[in-house]
């Protein structure tokens, strides 16, 4: 069985993270959804939250799981069985940036692959912090969330 996993912290799940899982999943026969606990970045929903928003929107891909993590990915990768990282790259400077994990995490575990994909030109410019600022200001961000996560974005700001 080929498993990839999609590392992030997902806060929130967008419509791009949608579309590179609903490709990966054509790739490979499980991909892990990896969501982090990122402590550092202090995120705007909690990990349990974060779970529950990518599970409920991903639900209908059965190629996919949702889980938490918090350290290595390697060692993640290890626990699982994943051979691949899934990593979407939007731009020159993503490259920069992931071209130095994935050469990390190679050199930690020499067999684990990492595969940069490209976003639907739809979803190109959606980055989960512009949605969390467009929505911390009273903006609209159903083109870019599932219908869920933007009123879950709602809610956390009306609070």
């Not at 996993?5 to 990966?24: E, M, S, V």
């Amino acid at each position: 069985m080929r498993i990839a996993l999609y590392p992030g912290t997902f806060d929130p799940i967008t419509q791009g993270h949608i579309d590179l899982l609903d490709r990966a999943s054509t790739l490979f026969d499980k991909v892990i959804v990896a969501v982090a606990a990122s402590r550092r970045k202090q995120p705007l929903f909690s990990l349990e939250e974060r779970i529950a928003l990518c599970q409920s929107v991903l639900a209908n891909n059965k190629a996919v799981q949702v889980q938490a993590f918090d350290g290595l990915l390697v060692d993640l990768a290890r626990q699982t069985g994943a051979t691949a990282v899934i990593r979407g790259v939007r731009s020159t400077s993503d490259f920069e940036y992931e071209f130095q994990l994935a050469t990390m995490n190679r050199a930690m575990l020499p067999t684990l692959e990492t595969v940069f994909l490209t976003p639907d030109p739809r979803y190109a410019h959606i980055s989960a912090t512009l949605v969390r600022e467009i929505a911390g200001l009273g903006g609209d961000v159903s083109q870019f969330v599932h219908p869920q996560v933007a009123s879950a974005l709602a809610k956390r700001f009306t609070s």
